[in-house]
């Protein structure tokens, strides 16, 4: 049995929960949510709940890969699960991939009525905020190789509390950045979203890490860095980006690895 935890919400009544996946292959797990009382008891109420495979069988002759789920918080305490999987041919190439986002009342209990797809040519979500209106802002990279090079972007998108796509958000509903961005993290604090990526410049093979500060309506923060991207040189070849926060005061603290982790 593999399984992994990829992340932690806090609720403000001490309940705790977590997510992470579980299955019986190194590469094709479910997404798993659990929850747990103030002293660390597992809540019962809420239980544990395994969100269904993306493909389910896979066809033959083709592989399924999902990837570490994430998730946050709404004002009412439901629960905002987003998963991702690329489904690939004998020869590996991709035929289908998405990040799906799931939603779970306080009792646990699916929104069967809710469906949120963050759909590109190879797309992973890797962050997942809300809005104090209700939005809902995924982040993700898509991946959208060219002459057979790898093309990798970052993207938000914002969709509507029902889950269809908030069109008035950036362009038609999408921001994104053209820069080269590998891993990367969002966090929404004040209705700015915060985004820490992983950047190529100028092709001399390091990777710089870049923040930028995005207003609610999807248009570059201009009080933040002039609106532009912050780039911060590590000297490395290799960076991850697996978490970013803000502090009370305001400061913006980003937290990974450099080179490859050990």
């Not at 969709?159 to 796509?165: A, H, Q, V, W």
């Not at 979203?193 to 950047?199: R, S, W």
Request: a negative charge.
């Amino acid at each position: 049995q593999f399984e992994s935890f990829t992340r932690l919400l806090a609720r403000r009544d001490g309940k705790f929960l977590l997510i992470g996946n579980s299955g019986n292959e190194p590469f094709i797990r479910q997404a798993a949510i659990t929850r747990f009382n103030e002293g660390g008891s597992p809540d019962l109420v809420f239980g544990t709940k395994m969100l269904p495979l993306p493909v389910d069988p896979v066809p033959p002759e083709q592989g399924l890969q999902t990837f570490g789920p994430t998730g946050c918080l709404t004002a009412d305490n439901h629960v905002l699960v987003a998963a991702s999987y690329q489904l690939a041919d004998s020869e590996g190439t991709t035929i289908d991939s998405a990040g799906r986002v799931y939603t779970l009342d306080d009792q646990g209990h699916p929104d069967t009525g809710f469906e949120v797809r963050f759909k590109g040519p190879i797309t992973t979500i890797h962050s997942i905020g809300v809005l104090s209106d209700g939005r809902i802002v995924v982040f993700g990279i898509v991946d959208r190789p060219a002459s057979g090079t790898s093309v990798p972007n970052a993207v938000l998108a914002c969709y509507n509390r029902d889950g269809t796509l908030n069109k008035t958000f950036g362009i038609d509903g999408f921001w994104e950045d053209k820069s080269y961005a590998g891993f990367g993290s969002m966090v929404v604090d004040d209705d700015k979203i915060i985004i820490a990526a992983v950047t190529s410049i100028n092709n001399d093979g390091n990777r710089y890490v870049s923040v930028q500060r995005v207003l609610g309506d999807g248009t570059s923060d201009k009080t933040f860095n002039n609106g532009a991207p912050l780039v911060v040189d590590l000297g490395s070849g290799f960076i991850n980006i697996p978490s970013i926060t803000v502090q009370p005061d305001k400061k913006i603290v980003v937290a990974g690895s450099e080179n490859f982790p050990v």
